[in-house]
């Protein structure tokens, strides 16, 4: 639900303004009369943002131009301005389209995409920050893996974490994939190379202070001697410049691919896109689920535009035609 305060002089107004903003779903919440000698009112109204796709719809219908749906919608992401810009002039190069496909094509041809699908045979790792969702992620990609008939080992570094190892052993044990542990870089060029059936094999690792730069150094040790892929796994909300300096941190360790995680738990999803730009990573794919065997999404430029456009929809003003 989103809530809103409008201050005017008559209660008419300020009706007016709620039907503007909110539409006739709205409900007043509350009304103030103003003190002293000027009056006024004050009205406070909230709207049902469960179906933000309605309004995007509407918005359609509208005939809005690409600048006053695309340049708000990406602000209220929080995307860098810098990103924000290029990608509206880019939109702007198709605005014989409708808006979603005009931000697609520009999502698409500003960023590069590198799924993690049956292409990649790996090693991969997934590296990232404390809690970032690397063990629910290797489990995810496992157990898609394993569906595709492909023969899958996982080896976790994660030694340190209470309950990590356990949590990652319960996982392989549903999906019938063997688990290894690497406690040392040595350990685990061993373990990559070990010569069993396996054909694609999966790298858990323990969360790092991406700002301790002995934590950083001793990561990228790890795979050193290795022909492991280090795979960034990074949660979609949080500060966009933190986000953006942590993709430059892990960029320098070798990382290509971001994998995004708890897309389902965050509105705003510009961090991705800062952490992408900054680390000069592929985006690969999300996570929307907590659950093993679902919530695995490959990211494109359609999907992204998609996902930008209806969760911000609630918060693209009227157009001028719609309050003529």
Request: overall charge negative.
């Amino acid at each position: 639900m989103r809530l809103k305060s409008f201050s005017t002089d008559t209660m008419s107004e300020a009706m007016r303004l709620v039907r503007e903003d909110f539409g006739d779903g709205a409900v007043i919440v509350s009304t103030q009369h103003g003190a002293g000698d000027h009056g006024g009112v004050r009205l406070t109204a909230a709207v049902d943002m469960a179906d933000p796709d309605r309004r995007w719809s509407e918005l359609l219908d509208r005939g809005a131009d690409i600048d006053a749906v695309i340049a708000p919608a990406l602000a209220y992401h929080g995307l860098p301005q810098k990103i924000a810009r290029r990608l509206l002039d880019s939109a702007r190069l198709h605005d014989e389209c409708e808006h979603e496909t005009a931000l697609a094509n520009a999502i698409q041809y500003q960023f590069e995409f590198q799924p993690l699908n049956e292409a990649v045979d790996g090693p991969l790792a997934f590296i990232g920050p404390c809690g970032a969702g690397k063990t629910v992620t290797t489990a995810k990609i496992a157990a898609r893996a394993k569906l595709g008939s492909r023969q899958v080992r996982v080896i976790t570094t994660d030694n340190f974490r209470a309950g990590g190892l356990d949590q990652l052993a319960t996982f392989t044990k549903i999906l019938g994939v063997r688990l290894d542990l690497a406690n040392s870089a040595r350990d685990l060029a061993e373990r990559v190379k070990d010569g069993d059936e396996a054909d694609f094999v999966l790298v858990d690792t323990a969360g790092i202070n991406p700002f301790d730069s002995t934590q950083v150094c001793g990561l990228g040790e790890l795979f050193s001697g290795t022909s492991v892929e280090p795979v960034l796994a990074l949660p979609a909300g949080g500060d966009v410049t933190e986000a953006a300096e942590i993709g430059e941190i892990f960029g320098s360790l070798g990382c290509r691919r971001l994998v995004t995680t708890r897309l389902d738990a965050t509105r705003r999803i510009g961090a991705p896109f800062a952490v992408a730009e900054a680390g000069g990573l592929g985006l690969a794919e999300a996570t929307a689920s907590p659950h093993v065997a679902k919530g695995l999404r490959i990211l494109d430029g359609a999907t992204l535009a998609g996902l930008i456009l209806s969760r911000s929809a609630d918060r693209i003003p009227p157009t001028k035609e719609a309050t003529a």
